[in-house]
Nanobody, 127 residues
Framework: QLQLVESGGGLVQPGGSLRLSCAVS????????IAWFRQAPGKEREGVSC????????VYADSVKGRFTISRDNIKNTVYLQMNSLVPEDTGTYYC????????????????????WGQGTQVTVFS
């Protein structure tokens, strides 16, 4: 059974940085497209970024382009989200999600209807 565990969240001031990790177990991550989502209190879950199984497709929400970078380490079975220049609007619970796809695929997803989810990690950006 595929399991995803997020870590790396915390409290940070505006302009600061955090790196989130999504550790995957139960199957090799290279067979999955992995996406990051976030949900603020009272708001719907929204897609933040996605990386395809092949790593060739990187997708970002407009609100994070130029500030966030998604990457994957297939040896460590982990996907990362480097978040720079954080603003209060980035506050929320961040989840990683996985969708099984073919090896080396360029397919990605940004809608929260994935098959496997982590438990989330809290990111709070405060002045």
């Amino acid at each position: 059974q595929l399991q995803l565990v997020e870590s790396g969240g915390g409290l940070v001031q505006p302009g600061g940085s955090l790196r989130l990790s999504c550790a995957v177990s139960g199957y090799t991550v290279e067979h999955y497209a992995i996406a990051w989502f976030r949900q603020a209190p009272g708001k719907e879950r929204e897609g933040v970024s996605c990386i395809s199984s092949g790593g060739g497709s990187l997708v970002y929400a407009d609100s994070v382009k130029g500030r966030f970078t998604i990457s994957r380490d297939n040896i460590k079975n982990t996907v990362y989200l480097q978040m720079n220049s954080l603003v209060p609007e980035d506050t929320g619970t961040y989840y990683c999600a996985a969708e099984l796809t073919s090896l080396g695929s360029s397919w990605c997803f940004m809608k929260p209807d994935a098959g496997s989810w982590g438990q989330g990690t809290q990111v709070t950006v405060f002045s």
